[in-house]
Every structure is written in structure tokens, then in C-alpha cells.
């Protein structure tokens, strides 16, 4: 049972976009952005939103953490380009109700699907949901604000 | 290899008995906390079941046992650390209780605006932060003892650090991130050369070697039961009588006091005159008996097979490719933090959880010394004397399963 949760937690996709995060950069041009961090592990990070009306026209991150933390980061940033803010808000919900166990229509999900194998690892549902609640916070504000998991 | 019965001790300890995961449970977290014998966990239940009653208060039967326990406890950590008298130790939640107390009944009172504090760039927060707390309530400056790139403390500026203004120096004996073992006797002379006084935070020495605060001439020394085998929610201030008779209390209320009038308090007599409140008696029967514990074993027993399995495990681990060691001081104890190349250390944590294995990820209370090194945080391996030589090839084995899924 332990290797196929743990196999279930490190899929082969966030394997390879922890290696490889996507949309890891800064972004100067950005006109939304928050800090996220969790004191507990020491993750941090900054998402970057540039929003054109209420189109999600770009959007990065930076920062370090685990495994779980920076390819739920990657992949939620290949999954917003392009939606718009009331899309990324249903996302957001989504996202939340797969890590804590509640029944959802994961086609809905896409991609995003692969990190349901975090809510197997209680301990771990905060560094998959961290970069989610900093995005959040900086849909939700256009000046530079500061969120944290714990 | 060594003359402790392991399996013998083993059966001390029921919790080491159970599967994690599938898998027996390796338990490598000791500098968190320490696992309780049943010696420990049968004197807390003995207690509640046939003594138990408040202390220093009535003079029927029960309370004349609870205090006799309890008092009976705190003559065995006077011996514990050959503190001179009784009066020198006080009961206290732990470490970090007693940090505070000293901070704020013997520092506080004497700091002006200007006047100084040293620490280490390798202390626990429990020996930052109840000083930056005094520093911002006084105008004070912190000062700190740098440290090497191998995690020892860098010495050479330590007479220039010790300043007519310096009001005291609080260092640890044994460094929980990276198990350093700082020389204490030569600083703690340093300082009492420019008078300066001395606290030692012994929370991560006290489990693993013999303690004897006359021969370090510390002026106060600090420690936590939980880490050796007591409950939590215990620790022993030991300070110079001396000192303690100078100093106001730390909390008022009942059991600190002798007389109580609404003109005039007269304070109660060391060591009471800083336990205000009903102690936790049962927690200090606890660490008596956890005091028992490891005589009856013999501390000198324990540090040696202990020091042979961190440095059995420092090799093996060593050997391996891509992991790196946090922390490689000539003079360490029961810690082993590492890195391994690629992966982050909770996810060191939770593929360990999988196999049974036990161990801390994090800044350990640490982030000075995370900060130094450069990282977020380590994976911690900590030792303590009921462990075995298969529980570190458990770990090797750890991070070799680490790096295949991370391959």
C-alpha cells in the first residue's frame, strides 16, 4: 500500500515539473503579484499575475520548496494562461476540494488532477496548496501582499 | 560492541514496538523529543493512581508523599548535574521556560540602554528570541558568536565579543541542527575572566553525556525533561545559589510566597520562591525516574554507544553519492543533518514516513543556521542509546529508496 501512495503522491508529472517548473520566472511587466510562504518548512514563494481586463494574460512564479510545493506551482501556472479570473476562481475551488478529499468531477481538472495524491499525505496539503492561496491573494489585490499556509 | 543489553532496553520503551506504514518503526527524532520507558511512564501513573495529592500544602498522608516524590525528584537532578545544593534547582516547564526566567528575573532587571548580550550564530530560538524580546524591551544589542563553514563556533573574536557592557553570554552545549558540541568550559572561562556571567541551554546535552555544572562553572544551566526520557511539560533551571537569592521572582502566586497581606508580600525561600502555582508534580516524578533510568544504564554506557552509531552512520552516509552533511564539528553528538542532492528535504520526510522511518525536516527551530548554510532546510537523523546499528542501515536504505524515486 505505502509504495503505491507513494508512487500516487511522486507521479512521473510532477517528477519531471519539479526538474523543470514552467513559468519560473520573474516577470517585470507584471501588474498583480503576492509572496506566499510556509514558515513551518521554510517554502516561499511569488506568484506573478498580468491580467489584461479580467483575462489572465501571463502568469509566473519564483521562489523554492519541495517537490509537491513547486510542481503544483508549474503546473497551475500552464493551467491559467489564458482563463479568465472567474475561471481561475472555479480552478482555485477545485484545486482545494481534490487536496482535502471532496468529491469532485476530476475531468474537470485536467492536468491538475495529477496532485490528488496529496490528500492521502495530510502533512503535505499545505505545500501543494500554497502557491494556489498565494495566487489568490494576488487576483485579489493589486499591490504587493504577503500570504502564508500556516 | 557494546555492553548495553539493546533488546533488553528496547523492551523498556513500548512504543518502539509497532509498524509504521507497513514497516517497524525507526525512530530517529530524539532531538525532537525522546521516547518514554515504562520506568518513566509507570512512576506518572503510579503517582496519579496512589499519591497523588498537592504539594507542600497538607499534612495528610498523600500530600506527604507528593511532596516527598516530588522534592525526592528535584535531590536527583541536584545529583544529576552535582549542582551544590537543592535550593540551586528549579522546576520549570522546560529550556525554553527557563531562558525566559533568567532573561527577565536576573538580566532584565540589570540592563540600561546600550549594554549587550551574546549569543551564537547556532542556537536554538529558544536562546534568540527570549533575548531579542529583552533587547527590545531595553534598548539592549545582540551580539553573536560567528560559526565555521564544518558548524563549529569561529572563537577568535570571542574575547573581543565579551565588552565591559556585556550583561551575560547564553550559549548551547550541543547544537540541536547540527549536533556540535561547543566547548563551554574554555568560553564560560572567558567570560567570568571580564566577570561576564555564563547560561548554557543543555537541552540537547543533557541526553547524552554527564553534565557537572560545577566543573563548567556555569551560572545557570538549562534543560528540558522530554529530551531525556522524562514527560514534556518539565525542565530544571539549575542557577548559582548566589545568584538565585539575588534575584525577584518570575511569577507571583500561591506556593512562592511565605506571608501574603494586601499591604506587604514576603517571598518564599529558593527554590520555591520561583514555582508559583501548583508545579507539575507528576512531570518531575517523571524525570526522576528518567534520572534513575539512565544511571542504572550508566551515561557514560549510553554517550559511548551512542557516539558509535553517529559515527557509524556519518560513514555510511558519507559514502553514499549525492547526500551531503550539515554540520561535520570534530566534537558532535547524536545528530546526523544532511541533504540530498535534488530533493527537498520534506520530501525526504514523508518517503521516510512510508518506510517507518522517523526523522525531522525543517530548520529545527534553527533558521540562523539554515540561513548560513544557504538552505531552506535539512533532513535531521538524532540518536538516542535505544537505538541500533540496523536502524542506520534502515536510514541508509532510506535514502537510497530517496534517490531511486527521485532518480
Known amino acids: 500500500m505505502s509504495n503505491s501512495d507513494l508512487r500516487d503522491l511522486y507521479q512521473e508529472v510532477i517528477m519531471d515539473h519539479n526538474k523543470k517548473p514552467r513559468n519560473f520566472r520573474d516577470m517585470t511587466d507584471a501588474n498583480h503579484l503576492a509572496h506566499g510562504n510556509n514558515p513551518l518548512c521554510g517554502d516561499t514563494l511569488v506568484v506573478f499575475l498580468k491580467l489584461n481586463g479580467d483575462v489572465i494574460e501571463d502568469v509566473s512564479f519564483q521562489g523554492s520548496g519541495c517537490a509537491i510545493s513547486v510542481a503544483s506551482a508549474s503546473l497551475m501556472t500552464e493551467a491559467l494562461k489564458g482563463k479568465t479570473l472567474a475561471e481561475a476562481e472555479t480552478l482555485y475551488e477545485l484545486v482545494h476540494k481534490q487536496m482535502t478529499g471532496e468529491k469532485i468531477d476530476s475531468s474537470s481538472l485536467g492536468k491538475l488532477a495529477v496532485l490528488s495524491g496529496v490528500k492521502e499525505f495530510p502533512a503535505r496539503v499545505k505545500c501543494a496548496t500554497l502557491s494556489w492561496h498565494t495566487l489568490h491573494a494576488a487576483m485579489d489585490s493589486d499591490h504587493d501582499i504577503s500570504v502564508s499556509t500556516e | ?265 514576603e517571598y518564599n525561600e529558593l527554590p520555591y520562591k520561583f514555582e508559583a502555582g501548583t508545579p507539575n508534580i507528576s512531570g518531575a516524578i517523571g524525570l526522576g525516574a528518567a534520572i534513575d533510568y539512565m544511571n542504572n544504564l550508566g551515561i557514560a554506557n549510553l554517550a559511548a554507544h551512542e557516539h558509535a552509531l553517529l559515527i557509524a552512520a556519518t560513514e555510511k552516509v558519507t559514502a553514499l553519492p549525492g547526500v551531503r552533511i550539515i554540520g561535520t564539528a570534530a566534537q558532535k553528538a547524536s545528530v546526523l543533518s544532511f541533504m540530498i542532492e535534488g530533493v527537498h528535504p520534506h520530501d525526504v520526510g514523508t518517503i521516510f514516513d512510508q518506510q517507518g522511518l522517523a526523522i525531522r525536516t525543517g530548520h529545527h527551530c534553527a533558521q540562523p543556521v539554515m540561513q548560513f548554510f544557504g538552505i531552506p532546510a535539512t533532513a535531521r537523523a538524532s540518536f538516542a542509546f535505544y537505538n541500533t546499528f540496523d536502524e542506520i542501515d534502515a536510514l541508509v536504505g532510506g535514502i537510497k529508496k530517496v534517490q531511486e524515486l527521485f532518480a
Open chain 2, 1 to 265: 560492541m557494546s555492553v548495553l543489553d539493546l533488546a533488553a532496553i528496547r523492551q523498556d520503551f513500548p512504543i518502539l514496538h509497532q509498524q509504521i506504514n507497513g514497516h517497524p518503526l525507526v525512530y530517529l527524532d530524539n532531538a525532537a523529543t525522546s521516547q518514554k520507558p515504562n520506568q518513566v511512564i509507570d512512576a506518572v501513573a503510579n503517582y496519579y493512581r496512589q499519591d497523588n495529592a498537592n504539594v507542600h500544602r497538607g499534612v495528610h498522608r498523600l500530600s506527604q508523599r507528593a511532596t516527598d516524590a516530588y522534592e525526592g525528584a528535584r535531590d536527583k537532578i541536584r545529583d544529576f548535574v552535582n549542582a551544590q545544593s537543592d535550593k540551586e534547582i528549579i522546576f520549570v516547564r522546560g529550556a525554553t521556560e527557563a531562558v525566559n526566567l533568567v532573561a527577565q528575573s536576573f538580566v532584565r532587571p540589570q540592563l540600561q540602554a546600550g549594554d549587550e548580550i551574546l549569543i551564537s550564530h547556532m542556537e536554538h530560538h529558544a536562546n534568540i528570541v527570549p533575548w531579542q524580546m529583552l533587547c527590545e524591551q531595553t534598548g539592549a544589542k545582540l551580539n553573536v558568536i560567528p560559526m565555521t563553514k564544518v558548524g563549529e563556533l569561529d572563537l577568535s573574536t570571542l574575547d573581543e565579543l565579551l565588552t565591559s557592557k556585556t550583561k551575560i553570554m547564553a550559549i548551547g552545549h550541543v547544537s540541536n541542527a547540527l549536533g556540535t558540541i561547543n566547548p563551554i568550559k574554555d568560553m564560560i572561562a572567558r567570560a567570568h575572566a571580564k566577570n561576564i556571567p555564563v547560561l548554557v541551554d543543555g537541552a540537547q546535552a543533557v541526553p547524552h553525556m554527564i553534565v557537572d555544572v560545577q566543573d563548567l562553572d556555569c551560572d545557570f544551566y538549562v534543560f528540558s525533561g522530554h529530551k531525556m526520557f522524562a514527560p514534556t511539560g518539565i525542565g530544571a533551571l539549575y542557577g548559582k545559589q548566589t545568584l538565585l537569592e539575588a534575584m525577584s521572582p518570575w511569577q507571583g502566586g500561591g506556593d512562592m510566597i511565605l506571608s501574603v497581606s494586601f499591604a506587604h508580600t
